[in-house]
């Protein structure tokens, strides 16, 4: 799906600070950022809604979204540990309903 | 999820056959998508169903919200297909995607 796109595809990081960027071309309303460890299904990490933060889900405190614009969506790392290694997802949807998913970032923690 | 029960939880296909996966809602929900994860580890999209039944090539899905199920069909498995596929549901009540736990698809030669 070449309408969302996310950076960067892969990430390996120590402890460091980092930030996974997505941006939609589809002039849907919502996007969202899921966490996807393994086989497991998505979970839903933070929705917003025109810019709204509309449902922030239990996640550690060195997660902070970031909703620029109603195209852009940006997930703010730092001090990761090893248990956040797993694909983030970046997702949009018109109104809440249909998910369309970027291809995500493969974040491994060392 | 708990609102959401896939099965089956793992599936091995030869080549030109064919099967069903199934999803089960605990509440009522007011659409359905089902999702195929390949082996770029990237999130497709399959089907979005508010009702009824559609049809892409080798693939068939149909949902019910009354009766709170949704099935995905596949004839004529291809090596292609291998994948985990999810299903996920929207919640009429307050509008939350839950996701099934997923199939994973096997297709052998």
């Known amino acids: 799906n070449t309408k969302i796109t996310q950076s960067p595809r892969y990430l390996i990081l120590g402890r460091a600070n980092k930030s996974l960027e997505c941006e939609q071309h589809l002039g849907h309303n919502a996007m969202y950022w899921y966490k996807q460890s393994a086989e497991k299904p998505p979970e839903l990490m933070f929705l917003?809604?025109?810019?709204?933060?509309?449902r922030n889900e239990t996640v550690p405190s060195r997660f902070i979204p970031e909703c620029p614009d109603s195209s852009k969506l940006l997930l703010h790392i730092s001090a990761v540990d090893p248990e956040d290694s797993a694909v983030y997802f970046c997702?949009?949807?018109?109104?809440?309903?249909?998910?369309?998913f970027g291809h995500g970032t493969k974040l491994s923690v060392l | 999820g708990d609102q959401v029960e896939q099965s089956p939880s793992a599936l091995s296909l030869h080549e030109g056959t064919g099967s069903a996966l199934r999803c089960n809602f605990t509440t009522t929900m007011r659409a359905v998508q089902w999702f195929r994860k390949n082996s770029r580890g990237s999130l497709i999209n399959l089907f979005y169903l508010a009702s009824g039944t559609k049809e892409n090539g080798r693939l068939k899905s149909a949902f019910d919200s009354k009766e709170r199920y949704s099935t995905l069909h596949i004839r004529d498995a291809q090596l292609e297909d291998s994948g985990t596929y999810f299903c996920a549901a929207e919640a009429s009540s307050n509008n939350r995607i839950f996701f099934g736990d997923g199939t994973q698809l096997v297709v052998k030669p």
């Open positions: 997702a949009s949807s018109p109104n809440n309903e249909r998910l369309f």
């Open positions: 917003y809604n025109l810019k709204q933060l509309i």
